[in-house]
């Protein structure tokens, strides 16, 4: 996204917000609350873990590589912080400074430049910048979901065996829908790491279908847990033998 074009929305947000009567809050914009907890924050050294400008957490896990320099830059830019202060565990009201408007228009600007989007809901859930990043990777998995194509009347078996069980704890078999796929989803995250998820579709799918059921459900395998997506096995065919014929001896006198 263009710094003009991040100006411009930027420009008409806060125009609407001074429509209905919030001048006071844009009069204040964050960057000048933030003066005085930079001031704060800079007067005691921080802790080793909140300094690190890093792309991974601190477990060494790699953050979603794809997504985190543009919202790095887009969050800063709206914040008007160092980007280098966007530490994972950085909290957006208290370490950043800000409020209830400037995560409104952080949401506006990252459903406008990553096309997602960031329900009230799923914004009041956010407390650090790792949660933000979540959201926002949350949002692209299902946005991908949605934009599969399916060959109707699609039917699929699925079976979630939880981690060190032989059997399986939930099975379906439905028509495969958007909806179903998320349902399957779901019900595989509640279960945790270490869950396996086996998806079973009829004999004659085609290749796109199954490599496109295949990739809404490899997101998942980025949770620990194991999915493996196959064509059922065909049945055997049926041989019918012909009725046996009586020889001489088996007619009775």
Partial sequence: MSGRTMQSIRGMFRSALLVFGVA?????????????????????????????????????ETLRA??????????????????????????????????????VEVAIVLESAFGITLSPRRMDEVRSYRDLLDAVVAS?????????????????????????????????????????????????????????LEVTLPVGTGTADLASVRDAFARLERHGIAVSVRRDVPAPPVISLPAATPTAGDVST
Avoid: F, M, N, W
């Fill in 66 to 103: 794809g997504i985190e320099p543009e919202l790095r830059r887009l969050v800063a830019d709206v914040l008007g912080v160092d980007p280098a202060e966007l530490a994972p565990e950085a909290s957006l009201t208290d370490d950043l400074a800000a409020d209830s408007l400037d995560l």
């Fill in 24 to 60: 006071a809050a844009v009069v204040s914009p964050a960057q000048t609350r933030r003066a005085a907890a930079t001031g704060a924050h800079r007067a005691s050294p921080r802790s080793s873990r909140s300094t690190g400008v890093s792309a991974q957490d601190p477990e060494g």
């Fill in 140 to 196: 692209g998995e299902r946005r991908g979901t949605r934009e599969l194509v399916l060959t109707p009347g699609l039917d699929v078996k699925s079976r979630l065996v939880p981690p060190g069980a032989s059997e399986a704890t939930l099975e379906r078999a439905e028509a495969l829908t958007v909806y179903l796929i998320e349902t399957i989803r779901d019900d595989a995250l509640c279960a945790g790491p270490g869950t396996h």
